[in-house]
């Protein structure tokens, strides 16, 4: 039995826990690839690295199966933008990057998560898009307060991107309310109106995912049914936490390691590395 508020699923403090932990198994799950990833690992290996992971931690990867999805994580190289499917014929090179998907679902929470992560070295041109793509996250989670609206969240993303260095911002696709399932109301555009839309309220939980381009913003699916590229071939980036609504501001339920510093600084609370 679960509340709702404006057709948006409600957690309680004791589900927000659970889903925290299902956030670690994804956290943890990341920080194993972002390790593993170098020039010759193909997105295949990458993929049963992820699984062996949430597996190992009593989970369930989310994708798997998803729709039909066969993998475990959404491997998007270069001018893929989000939803490349693991290949063992993908071989990461020098110079390449990679956006990472991943989700799991733990005692009937879900997480799920994403970065963008240089292969070797990177372009510098390349580390500044991922670098204001997952800015942009930050700026969207740090509205996610009680009292403000879906399209503060849009606002301040599409503000962030388009403000630093002009790079395209993808339409097609967004956030989502996460729970006991992956995509749920309400959907998170990352562009919209400041004041306008669905009022937050304390319990939601919504995943924030920013997609950013080098060229223009307009993508397209190839035709595995699956893999979204940018029209133009430009290189794209892609960041993403699932985040609850609290009283004392966010929770970054898939928060990393490597994200302590950041979240300090935004000044959110983190009850539970
Ligand atoms: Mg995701
Ligand atoms: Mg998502």
């Known amino acids: 039995m679960f509340g709702k508020a404006n057709g948006v699923q409600i957690k309680t403090p004791e589900q ?3 889903m925290r932990e299902a956030g670690r198994v994804v956290a943890r799950a990341l920080d194993t690839l972002r390790a593993a990833v170098r020039p010759g690992v193909s997105t295949l290996e990458l993929d049963a690295l992820a699984e062996k992971v949430i597996r190992d931690a009593g989970a369930t990867p989310s994708f798997k199966g998803y729709h039909g999805f066969p993998g475990s994580i959404c ?3 270069n001018e893929e933008v989000v939803h490349g499917i693991p290949s063992a014929d993908r071989v990461l090179a020098e110079g390449d990057i990679i956006s990472i998907d991943c989700g799991a679902v733990l005692a009937g929470w879900h997480g799920d998560s994403a ?11 390349d580390l500044r898009m991922m670098e204001v793509c997952e800015e942009s996250m930050w700026q969207g989670i740090a509205e996610l307060r009680p009292g403000k609206r879906l399209g503060d969240i ?5 503000r962030h991107i388009s403000g630093n260095g002009g790079y395209g911002n993808v339409r097609e696709y ?6 006991t ?8 555009l990352n562009h919209g109106r400041r004041g306008k839309g669905l009022k937050l309220v304390e319990g939601m939980c919504l995943a924030i995912e920013p997609m950013t381009t080098l060229g223009h913003h307009d993508v397209l699916q190839l035709d595995d049914g699956w893999t979204v590229v940018t ?3 430009r290189r794209a980036a892609h960041f993403e936490h699932s985040v609850a609504i609290t009283a004392d501001g966010p929770i970054v339920l898939t928060a990393r390691e490597s994200d302590r510093d950041k979240i300090s600084q935004m000044g959110f609370v983190q009850p539970a590395w």
């Not at 970065?115 to 041109?125: C, K, L, S, Y």
């Not at 967004?174 to 729970?179: A, N, S, V």
């Not at 399932?181 to 998170?188: K, N, S």
């Open 115 to 125: 970065i963008t992560v240089a292969v070797g070295e990177a372009r510098p041109e």
């Open 16 to 18: 927000i826990a659970l």
């Open 231 to 233: 029209r133009d071939g």
């Open 75 to 77: 491997a998007s190289v």
């Open 174 to 179: 967004g956030g989502h309310g996460i729970g």
């Open 154 to 158: 849009g606002h301040a993303i599409d």
């Open 181 to 188: 399932e992956m995509h749920m109301e309400p959907h998170v």
